[in-house]
């Protein structure tokens, strides 16, 4: 790994799942981590939904759009996560881990409620990405 470790968060359309990750990895990591996101099949813009349960949580996607991988980058990171159960990538020698996220669409759930389940879900498990990846954040 490197000095500074670096993600990239994968799902299909790169509007909702992914950029919900990275975006509370960013904000929780501030400079400790790189992170990234990108998608396998491009959707055309961010969910607004997203976008909004993040908002309620501190972080800011909003300025971001969908990209695809590039193929440079998923090289040169140091861990590939993607996120629901459609996505798939091959890292390589690159580490790819697959988190199979909650889906409350599956329960009836939809909405607003939804994404803030799966905005939960997501944020629990970045939480301990960046414990593992960057350890305690440094004393103030």
Known sequence: ??????????????????QM???LMRAAAQDRVEVH???????SAVNALAAQVLGESGADITGET?????????????LVVTLGREAHVDGGDI??????????????I?????????????????DLLLAELAGPPPES
């Not at 996101?37 to 959707?43: C, E, I, K, Q, V």
């Not at 969908?66 to 140091?78: F, S, T």
């Not at 939809?110 to 970045?126: K, N, Q, S, T, Y």
């Open 95 to 108: 580490e790819v881990r697959k988190w199979d996220t909650d889906e409350p669409s599956a329960r009836g």
């Open 66 to 78: 969908p990209k695809p991988i590039d193929p440079e980058l998923l090289h040169r990171v140091d």
């Open 1 to 18: 790994m490197t000095a500074t470790p670096s993600v990239l968060f994968v799902c299909v359309r790169n509007g909702g799942k992914s």
């Open 37 to 43: 996101s990108a998608g396998t099949s491009l959707g």
């Open 21 to 23: 990750a990275a975006g």
């Open 110 to 126: 939809e909405g607003v409620e939804r994404m803030r389940l799966i905005r939960d879900d997501i944020a629990a498990r970045v």
